[in-house]
């Protein structure tokens, strides 16, 4: 009803709003004010997770876009090999695990098939298995040896939005607890950005207060046939992600690709007046990355795509490049897809209410996949 969608013409308008105060209740009570993390809900002990060699995350859909940026920030400040999966390809391809795999579980209803069966297949290879889920006492959490719950309350509308949001917050604090918890060289780092964790969501508020030009754009777009999506590093997820939401609400072709591979295949898909979003980096100094990104978007540009660039605050050297520039916040390097997400949400319902789409219904999806 009307009332349940608290004034927004849908649930998915509602939830993207709500995300600064989902984000903050997923930390509320997991920081301390010395910038130590506090995760003893966790019930997998500090002992065994110093005795953790690999972290695999498995998950679907959205959540797999989570696991991906996640493998990032494990790696980086765990210095523990992590590889992400897609739980519908995990368990068929005999993977390797033992009791020192920690085993990340991702997903926001704990009832979807393929992920709990990932799971049960880890659990009965003596892997220790953490559910980071947004249900309580869902299926997911019951099955694994320990949950870290996403405090984003009830998610209505089919594609995912606030609880992706949630699920990143988590996984940073996984990444650093594990971090904390094992002692690395980046001590410094952890503590600082535990700190920038504790403050990001005012940073989504304002990318939600400037979304306007956003939706004009997408309204502009309405009658093209395919968008595309580039990003390198953490940005690459937030692409596939980008495109993902597209598909599932406006039923557009869309594709995200690594912005690294373009050479290899995906520019020869540019032509005159296609659509491309490119997700940018940190500036220079603090991403080498940023430099590279810069020429790829003068090189499809070149070839007559119309540019779309998520940029940060600060950042001049892509304003010559972008057809249409779309300013977030300046956010540590990891953290970026907390921020730059969000513009990507609005872009999809809003191209999809144009083109008179069903945004809390997309045709053919459902919110919880429980077949294989
Ligand atoms: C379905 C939903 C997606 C969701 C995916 C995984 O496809 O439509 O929005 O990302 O399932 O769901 P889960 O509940 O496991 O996060």
Known sequence: SAAEKGGYASFMLKEIAEQPKAVTDTLL??????????????????????????????????????????????????????????????????????????????????????????????????AKVLAICNTNGSTIPRESDAVLYTHAGPEVAVASTKAFLTQLVACYLVALYLGQVRGTKWGDEIRTVIRQLSEISGSVERVLETMEPVRELARSLASHDTVLFLGRHVGFPVALEGALKLKELAYMHAEGFAAGELKHGPIALIEDGVPVVVVVPSPAGRSVLHGKIVSNIQEIRARGARTVVIAEEGDEEVVPYADHLIRIPATPTLLQPLVATVPLQVFACELATARGNEVDQPRNLAKSVTVE
């Open 29 to 126: 009570g997991r920081i301390d004010p010395e910038g130590t993390l506090h995760l003893d809900e966790v019930r997998i002990t500090r002992g065994e997770l110093r005795e953790v060699d690999k972290v695999v995350i498995v998950a679907c859909g959205t959540a797999y876009h989570a696991g991906m940026i996640a493998k990032y920030a494990i790696e980086h400040w765990t210095r523990i090999p992590c590889e992400t999966e897609l739980a519908s390809e995990f368990r068929y391809r005999d993977p390797i695990l033992d009791p020192h795999t920690l085993v990340v579980a991702i997903s926001q209803s704990g009832e979807t098939m393929d992920t709990l069966m990932a799971l049960r297949h880890a659990r009965e290879q003596g």
